[in-house]
């Protein structure tokens, strides 16, 4: 869970990656900068600021704030009904961020999965992407990424986002930040 007084925080903290990166946000936007603790308590450790410009049912634009080392935990976006899960392309726009994807382990990683959850990070394949690198993550894939030491600002562009139908590798995962 997650105070009020934490969100407004956080929104703050994010829309100041965003403007490292060069990204102009209006105060609008920064007041809906969605602050993800995955449920876990750890915003720190797993966690993620998320401004979402538009997600209609074709297609989505978002920009993601990571805090240094900070992860966001294994998951898939799976097919719903005759539809297939969405595809994302990830833009690192400043920083640096690992992403983990199924394929051959890396054998001298960038970062570690978050102490005491490791078993709860299944694909090992590393994609190192800096400022204007890309990587495009197909629908169904297990896939989990994580900030380098100063943080990272990464653009999402992707078929339409239905958050809600994640699925996650760590059954603790609650989607939707429960604010007190």
């Known amino acids: ?4 007084e934490e969100i407004k925080r956080r929104q703050t903290e994010a829309y100041d990656l965003f403007r490292k990166a060069g990204l102009v946000i209006t105060p609008a936007e920064r007041d809906h900068i969605e602050i993800a603790d995955f449920g876990l308590s750890e915003f720190e450790t797993t966690g993620l600021g998320v401004l979402v410009y538009v997600n209609t049912r074709r297609c989505c ?9 900070q992860t966001c935990p294994e998951h898939r976006h799976p097919d719903i009904g005759d539809a297939p899960g969405k595809e994302e392309t990830f833009r690192c726009r400043w920083g640096r961020v690992y992403l983990y994807v199924t394929g051959a382990r890396t054998p001298r990683p960038g970062c570690k999965e978050p102490a005491g959850s490791e078993k709860l990070y299944t694909v090992r394949h590393e994609i190192k992407l800096n400022p204007g ?3 495009t993550i197909e629908p169904n894939m297990r896939h989990w990424f ?8 990464v653009s999402e562009f992707s078929t ?21």
């Open 160 to 180: 339409r986002s239905t958050d809600e139908n994640d699925i996650f590798t760590d059954p603790r995962i609650a989607r939707a930040t429960k604010v007190v």
């Open 61 to 69: 634009a978002k920009e993601l704030a990571l805090w240094p080392r």
């Open 1 to 4: 869970m997650i105070t009020k």
């Open 146 to 153: 994580q900030a380098g030491d100063q943080g990272a600002v």
């Open 133 to 135: 690198d890309q990587y």
